[in-house]
């Protein structure tokens, strides 16, 4: 009875007669057909009724913030590990440079190599490779060239300074030596 | 955009504005009016959907698709959502204000219908929740199951238990006041 009161479908014959013939019945019908119009009415009523326009822009624009801050972690992440990476390859820099100043295998070979007391390394220079051909070059240098490499000399002096220049096969200097002058002249004679 | 609720639910996770605003679309009227009839408040059901889709937006929605439909988990946060507005504040500021302008029962022209809708309101819980969906959201009985969670035989027999209370309403309302006749 109730779902056709709800659908309106068409009752057979013998259904209205034992409408006609039961009071009881005829009443619930009466009931039922009663709610579903006011219930109708109530709905027509209420389809009409929304959440505002207002919550609606309000809304949408909090998503597109959410989902606009949803980049803003993954940025600091990579700027974090950016950082990271920066900070170990200066500080793997450092260790390197200080392990041969501080007579690192590599700096004691390259001492073993050149087998003169008078020979300094220079700082920060990239240690020579096993096997690594060096070369001294004979050459007048600036004395703030000198200085730049570690040697102790007058940076005032005008004039240039003989040296012998330890070169490896990359061309970068490993190691200099200031010549006495009055060696130099010797050497030079014969 | 076509698709479930739940392949729009996903979509609008992944930052896709399009299938959030249809996923609102879709679910914001029958959400709100069906907190306008828990709440009798116009302003609390305002809050309660915007609420309801602030939390979907958020990382920690709850909504679990193992659990249920998304239509499902909907319905339960309104209800969840209105029981938490009646304890809290913002209930009790915009009470007066709903008592004030009930715009719905005030909108509703027929007499007779305005006192069925005030019936209602007055229906045990799950009574009312099955004359709501059923009868003014027009939800079947499948969907209406699948939204409260109970068989379908439940939501059938509260329907029917529903209808004779307010039946029985209806009368005694016709009775203390006999000038109306339906």
């Given at each position: 009875m109730l779902e056709y009161a709800k659908t309106g479908l068409e009752t057979g014959e013998e259904f209205q007669q034992h409408l006609r013939a039961c009071a009881r019945c005829n009443e619930r019908w009466e009931d039922e057909r009663f709610l579903t119009a006011q219930f109708r009415s109530i709905r027509e009523t209420a389809?009409?009724?929304?959440?505002s326009d207002g919550g609606r822009v309000e809304i949408m624009r909090k998503f597109a913030r959410s989902h606009r801050r949803m980049f803003v972690p993954s940025f600091k992440w990579v700027m974090s590990a950016a950082a990271v990476l920066l900070l170990t390859i200066v500080l793997g820099s450092l260790w390197r440079s200080r392990s041969v100043d501080q007579g690192s295998p590599e700096s004691e070979a390259l001492l073993n190599v050149l087998g003169e007391d008078e020979f300094v390394a220079v700082p920060y220079a990239p240690p020579l490779a096993a096997g690594e051909f060096v070369t001294v070059v004979r050459m007048e240098l600036r004395p703030t060239a000198l200085a730049r490499m570690g040697m102790d000399v007058d940076?005032?002096?005008?004039n240039d300074i003989s040296a012998d220049v330890l070169v490896g096969q990359d061309g970068a200097p490993r190691a200099v030596r200031v010549l006495d002058e009055a060696q130099f002249k010797e050497r030079s004679t014969l | 955009m076509a698709g479930t609720g739940e392949e729009l639910y996903r979509q609008s996770k992944k930052g896709d504005q399009q299938a959030f605003a249809e996923l609102y679309e879709r679910y914001a009227p029958a959400l709100y009016r069906y907190a306008l009839h828990l709440s009798e408040s116009p302003a609390v059901a305002e809050e309660i959907t915007h609420e309801l889709f602030l939390q979907l937006i958020g990382?920690?929605?709850?909504?679990d698709e193992q659990r249920g439909t998304l239509e499902a988990y909907l319905y339960g946060a309104v209800r969840n959502l209105v029981r938490v507005a009646r304890r809290n504040r913002i209930f009790a500021q915009s009470e007066n204000q709903a008592a004030d302008d009930d715009i719905l029962g005030d909108l509703i022209r027929d007499q007779r219908a305005a006192a069925l809708y005030a019936a209602i309101r007055e229906l045990p819980p799950q009574y009312r929740d099955a004359v709501l969906l059923c009868?003014?959201?027009?939800?079947?009985y499948e969907e209406a199951a699948r939204i409260l969670g109970c068989p379908i035989g439940t939501v059938r027999s509260r329907l029917h238990r529903a209808r004779l209370l307010l039946a029985a309403r209806m009368k005694a309302a016709v009775v203390s006041s006999p000038a109306e006749q339906r």
């Open positions: 389809a009409g009724f929304r959440p940076v005032t002096s005008a | 990382p920690y929605s709850g909504f009868e003014l959201e027009e939800k079947s």
